[in-house]
């Protein structure tokens, strides 16, 4: 325990969870406030998730959607950057509990961010995502690569007709912005990149289908817009199946049940899932420590103020958040983020916090295919030519970083001036490595092998590192 002049003269510490937008915008907003962050994370990068699906279409590199988190915040010196799962928070002791490998290390705080967001729901069948991958992850982006790819090249080399059609078939579950864009690209990828590139299969005959349980394409966008999307992606070769409840999925195929009970048969090997999200399970932890609520999501029902019920150190933003109705997309996220940093300097400060916390909504658009897009700004709709310019010009600003967007630039411009896609390399080791964990049984757990002296030292600070590396020096 530090002594009361210590506790005096130590700064506020502010652990943040999650790298996403509202854990990365979270901790610039505090940029220059007097704090101590430390940023906690799964992964090593930040993922612009919007662009995800143009990864697993061959568009972009993995790297141009996901900057390295440590290098985003390089220059920040109030904020450090830890790679781990968040495994427990305990709201009594105020510690965080996260894990890599073999490797526990656990985190104090003063204020705590909770900005972990939110995975894929397969609405209680997990066992679906073995053959339907979801579009959350850039493990998810590179298997579906490998897949939507793949499946040509195996269409490519088969030797009966009823086994190209499998092969030929995909099937994109969810008609929201995300599945929508998917289904637009893959039509896009089947009709123009690859229509030249092979010799016994015509990759222009490839079956897209578009389903979902929901009587409409973008319900969020309104019907105007919702009917323009539909017919564009007509117009470009996409089955839009609407009333379709997904019943089962397997290696071969999609079971589907139709607003009238009827149930079909979908043949098909390559199967994308678009539909449903699952706040992070670090939801119901608060939730039960602190008696919060939790949505049929996972969300936590938080105050006005984004706090956590009976805990006001601890914020809850973006997809784990539940307020007011709000959408869990990125500008909830971002919004949110600073709003709470705002409110830590503030308090910091000894000032008064500010008035609830209210989003203003900045428009939602999806791109359907080269050129086409719908867009919904206030009042105003959007749709076309006009509407995918809009589309361009905000997703180029909200890429973190000058490189990234260049360079996103110019492989917009290959793929969308010309017919090329410059990230089609695919790999076994994309398409089967997580499935090749899941056979391991839970049983399997990664190690780093670590010498006995390693596991007998005492934690070490970052500060008691440098200061013994200045007296070795």
């Known amino acids: 325990m530090p002594s009361q002049e210590e506790a005096v003269s130590r700064r506020h510490r502010v652990v943040v969870i999650g790298s996403g937008f509202g854990g990365l915008f979270g901790t610039q907003a505090l940029k220059?406030?007097?704090v101590d962050i430390t940023l906690v994370a799964r992964t090593t990068h930040h993922l612009f998730q919007p662009l995800l699906y143009q990864v697993?279409?061959?568009i972009l590199s993995e790297g141009e959607i996901a900057p390295a988190t440590r290098e985003v915040l390089a220059r920040q010196k109030n904020a450090r950057v830890l790679l781990g799962t968040v495994t427990h928070i305990d709201l009594a002791a105020r510690t965080v509990t996260s894990k890599v490998l073999d490797r526990e290390t656990v985190?104090?705080?003063?204020t705590l961010l909770v900005a972990a967001g939110a995975g894929q729901s397969?609405?209680?069948?997990?066992?679906?995502?073995?053959?339907?991958?979801?579009?959350?992850?850039?493990?998810?982006?590179?298997?579906?690569r490998g897949r939507i790819f793949g499946a040509f090249e195996w269409a490519e080399l088969a030797s009966t007709p009823k086994e190209i059609e499998r092969l030929m078939t995909?099937?994109?579950v969810g008609a929201g912005p995300t599945g929508v864009e998917m289904a637009g690209q893959i039509a896009e990828l089947s009709r123009r990149t690859l229509r030249r590139d092979f010799r016994r299969i015509d990759t222009s005959r490839a079956r897209i289908i578009l389903l979902d349980?929901?009587?409409?394409?973008?319900?969020?966008?309104?019907?105007?817009?919702?009917?323009?999307?539909?017919?564009?992606l007509q117009q470009i070769g996409v089955e839009v199946q609407l009333g379709a409840k997904v019943v089962g999925v397997d290696a071969t195929g999609i079971d589907v049940e139709d607003s009238d009970g009827h149930r079909r048969r979908i043949e098909a090997v390559t199967k994308v899932w678009a539909a449903g999200v699952q706040a992070s399970e670090l939801g119901a932890q608060l939730a039960e420590q602190s008696g919060a609520e939790i949505d049929r999501s996972g969300r936590v029902l938080v105050g006005d103020d984004l706090t956590l019920p009976g805990h006001p150190e601890v914020f809850v933003v973006g997809d784990m958040a539940s307020l007011k109705g709000y959408p869990g997309v990125a500008q909830v996220a971002i919004q949110g983020a600073r709003y709470a940093a705002d409110q830590v300097k503030r308090r910091l400060a000894g000032q008064e916090p500010r008035g609830p916390?209210?989003?203003?909504?900045?428009?939602?658009?999806?791109?359907?295919?080269?050129?086409?897009?719908?867009?919904s700004i206030g009042k105003l709709h959007f749709s076309g030519f006009t509407a995918w310019l809009l589309w361009l010009a905000v997703h180029l600003v909200y890429i973190i970083g000058f490189k990234h967007r260049l360079t996103t630039l110019l492989h917009w411009a290959v793929s969308f001036v010309g017919r090329g896609?410059?990230?089609?390399?695919?790999?076994?080791?994309?398409?089967?490595?997580?499935t090749a964990i899941e056979d391991l049984g839970e049983e399997y757990a990664p190690s780093l092998p670590r010498v006995p002296e390693d596991r007998k030292a005492p934690p070490q600070s970052v500060a008691q590192a440098r200061d013994e590396a200045s007296r070795s020096a």
């Open 357 to 375: 916390f209210e989003y203003h909504d900045k428009g939602s658009m999806a791109t359907i295919s080269r050129f086409s897009a719908v867009a």
């Open 32 to 34: 220059r406030a007097d």
């Open 213 to 232: 349980a929901a009587p409409q394409v973008l319900g969020a966008f309104g019907d105007h817009l919702g009917g323009k999307a539909t017919e564009k």
């Open 107 to 110: 985190t104090p705080y003063d």
């Open 56 to 58: 697993a279409t061959g």
């Open 170 to 172: 995909f099937v994109v």
């Open 421 to 434: 896609r410059s990230e089609r390399t695919v790999t076994e080791q994309q398409v089967f490595a997580r």
């Open 122 to 144: 397969y609405f209680g069948n997990d066992h679906f995502a073995r053959y339907a991958p979801g579009m959350k992850s850039i493990d998810d982006a590179l298997e579906l």
